[in-house]
């Protein structure tokens, strides 16, 4: 059983992959968090994340590792828990450039796709190209949306008493890295024709795990 949730920025990935993966006792995989992790590992190693020659010699070098429990996600840099320091906004601002490197995506999704093959129930992996390139033959394969003023709301909820940034600032940052993610040449954010097209915008997250769930059990109980 492979559930494949892909979609824009802020559109309710990770919190419906977790939930969904919880209620059908299915591990998780969170692939933005590996594409964080490495570009965490090139900050903090000077590497010029604009130099795409210098990422992709160095994108072999990190061992990342991935805790697949959606109750506890984790992902560790060189056996350093690196759960906080990805979620920075330095990583945010750099992570489109380095997920742009075809020798990162390369290094990456074998990661990904071994630990589909070694979920012991199956697994819910959400990303960018996860329906697309990393697992066609998912089970299940929807594509989340939602408008950019929904997410960037959601986002500031999330920033309350953490930093002032307006919705407006949010959003032109929301939609930058969604262009930026679509665009590039190399496995880019896209809906895979066989995907199921699910618009968050007017839905609670409730709803949303609600009627992913109920996909999931149509298309296994045919
Ligand atoms: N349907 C929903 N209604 C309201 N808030 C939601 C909904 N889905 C998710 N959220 C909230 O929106 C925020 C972003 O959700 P989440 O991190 O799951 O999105 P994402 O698609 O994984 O984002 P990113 O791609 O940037 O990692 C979170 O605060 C989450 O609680
Ligand atoms: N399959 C994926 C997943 C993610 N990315 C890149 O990682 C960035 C961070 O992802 P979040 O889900 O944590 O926001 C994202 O903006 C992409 O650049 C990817 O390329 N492919």
Redesign the pocket.
């Known amino acids: 059983m492979i559930v494949a949730i892909?979609g824009p920025?802020g559109t309710g990935?990770?919190s419906t992959s977790k939930a969904v993966a919880a209620k059908l006792g299915l591990s998780y995989l969170?692939?933005?968090?590996?594409?964080?992790a490495m570009t965490w590992w090139m900050l903090s190693n000077g590497i010029d994340v604009d130099d795409a020659s210098a990422v992709a010699m160095a994108a072999d070098k990190p061992v990342i590792v991935s805790g697949t429990d959606p109750g506890a996600p984790t992902v560790t840099v060189d056996g350093v828990d690196a759960t906080g320091p990805i979620r920075t906004q330095a990583v945010?601002a750099a992570?489109?450039a380095?997920?742009?490197v075809p020798e990162v995506?390369a290094r990456l999704v074998r990661l990904?796709r071994a630990a589909a093959a070694s979920a012991p129930e199956g697994i819910v992996v959400?990303?960018?190209?996860?329906g697309t390139t990393?697992l066609p033959d998912a089970t299940v394969k929807i594509f989340l949306t939602a408008s950019p003023e929904a997410r960037a709301a959601r986002r500031n909820g999330e920033l309350k008493g953490m930093e002032a940034t307006s919705l407006q600032a949010t959003r032109e940052a929301l939609v930058k890295?969604d262009a930026?993610?679509s665009g590039r040449a190399a496995?880019p954010?896209a809906k895979a024709d066989d995907a199921v097209e699910v618009d968050t915008t007017e839905l609670t997250l409730e709803q949303v795990v609600e009627c992913v769930v109920t996909l999931v059990e149509e298309r296994t109980s045919r």
Not at 30 to 36: K, V
């Open positions: 892909d920025s990935k990770s969170d692939t933005g968090a590996q594409y964080r945010t992570v489109s380095v997920s742009a995506r990904q959400e990303g960018r190209d996860i990393v890295r930026a993610d496995s954010l």
